[in-house]
Nanobody
Framework: VQLVESGGGLVQPGRSLRLSCAAS????????MSWHRQAPGKERELVAR????????HYADSVKGRFTISRDNEKNTVYLQMNSLTVEDTAVYYC???????????WGKGTLVTVSS
């Protein structure tokens, strides 16, 4: 599975940004998808996850109520809508795909989100 993130950039605090992750190379609906992030000097952390089908979601406490993960299985794409961004959201955001049958995981190369005034 190949994953390509897009949508990162520089944004002011309080504004919004939407990340996209386009998947190719396998059947998209076989994969639970998630977004992770890694801030400078910190470990990579889970931000949000969505099941392969059914749309069940899970969020880190730090982003609950501000971020929304969604997926379009027709477009083989997962999204992360980020609202009310703060400087603490500054990080490289990575897309992850996990095969629900075999557990294998794949990562994108990441997209940088910088929240600054």
């Amino acid at each position: 599975v190949q994953l390509v993130e897009s949508g990162g950039g520089l944004v002011q605090p309080g504004r919004s940004l939407r990340l996209s992750c386009a998947a190719s190379g396998s059947t998209f609906s076989w994969y639970a998808m998630s977004w992770h992030r890694q801030a400078p000097g910190k470990e990579r952390e889970l931000v949000a996850r969505i099941t392969s089908v059914g749309g069940g979601t899970h969020y880190a406490d730090s982003v609950k109520g501000r971020f929304t993960i969604s997926r379009d299985n027709e477009k083989n794409t997962v999204y992360l809508q980020m609202n009310s961004l703060t400087v603490e959201d500054t990080a490289v955001y990575y897309c992850n795909a996990q095969n629900v049958y075999y557990g294998t995981e794949y990562w994108g190369k990441g997209t940088l989100v910088t929240v600054s005034s």
